[in-house]
């Protein structure tokens, strides 16, 4: 059993940056794939970003996001830049491995002036 907690959203300016953070505990190793995904309201859940244990990272946005991990404190980052509106979301956490899956509740992003 993997438990995910995420932290860093909260309102932002459009243009503005976040850092998101996903905790790991439980039994978290380097086999899992770790990533982001949002989902906002009547909106389907969509990928944003992922990081394998091997550091390889699949992005929906190369320029403006970047997800990064630190091993030591089992926690992986998504920072986030230049925000637009539409990207008003709950953002979750996710921790695969073969066909385990495992989510976090999700922290909550909202651009607006």
């Known amino acids: 059993q993997v438990q995910l907690v995420e932290s860093g959203g909260g309102l932002v300016q459009p243009g503005g940056s976040l850092r998101l953070s996903c905790e790991a505990s439980?039994?978290?190793?380097?086999?899992?794939?770790m990533g982001w995904y949002r989902q906002a309201p009547g909106k389907q859940r969509e990928f944003v970003a992922s990081?394998?244990?091997?550091?390889v990272i699949s992005s929906a946005d190369y320029v403006r996001f970047t997800i990064s991990s630190d091993d030591a404190k089992n926690t992986v980052y998504h920072q986030m830049n230049s925000l637009k509106p539409e990207e008003t979301a709950v953002y979750l956490c996710?921790?695969?491995?073969?066909?385990?899956?495992?989510w976090g509740r999700g922290t909550q992003v909202t651009v607006a002036s």
């Open positions: 439980g039994n978290i190793h380097s086999g899992y794939i």
């Open positions: 996710n921790a695969k491995y073969t066909v385990y899956c495992q």
């Open positions: 990081v394998t244990g091997d550091g």
